[in-house]
Nanobody, 121 residues
Framework: QVQLVESGGGLVQAGGSLRLSCAAS????????MGWFRQAPGKEREFVAA????????YYADSVKGRFTISRDNAKNTVYLQMNSLKPEDTAVYYC??????????????WGQGTQVTVSS
């Protein structure tokens, strides 16, 4: 069992940066791949980024490639999402998730409660 708590969301102007954190409880954190997803009002939850259990592999949605960076610290049971050059279309609730990895919601078993990111133009 893994419990996930996101933090770091907020209001930022376009072009700004935010760093999201996701703290995990449970001693099996390092055995899970981790992902970040987001959901804007009226839209489906969409994949943002994922990282392998070791941190050795990462992949990103095309819409955030080159602007967002996912990383993890297994000693701290934490995964991060550094978001730079933010755009208004990045506005959404951001969720972290633990699972087998991949870009589909069904590939993740555990989810956090989400943190709101709002980018003003």
């Amino acid at each position: 069992q893994v419990q996930l708590v996101e933090s770091g969301g907020g209001l930022v102007q376009a072009g700004g940066s935010l760093r999201l954190s996701c703290a995990a409880s449970g001693r099996t954190f390092s055995s899970y791949a981790m992902g970040w997803f987001r959901q804007a009002p009226g839209k489906e939850r969409e994949f943002v980024a994922a990282i392998s259990w070791s941190g050795g592999s990462t992949y990103y949605a095309d819409s955030v490639k080159g602007r967002f960076t996912i990383s993890r610290d297994n000693a701290k049971n934490t995964v991060y999402l550094q978001m730079n050059s933010l755009k208004p279309e990045d506005t959404a609730v951001y969720y972290c998730a633990a699972g087998i990895g991949g870009s589909y919601v069904y590939e993740y078993d555990y989810w956090g409660q989400g943190t709101q990111v709002t980018v003003s133009s």
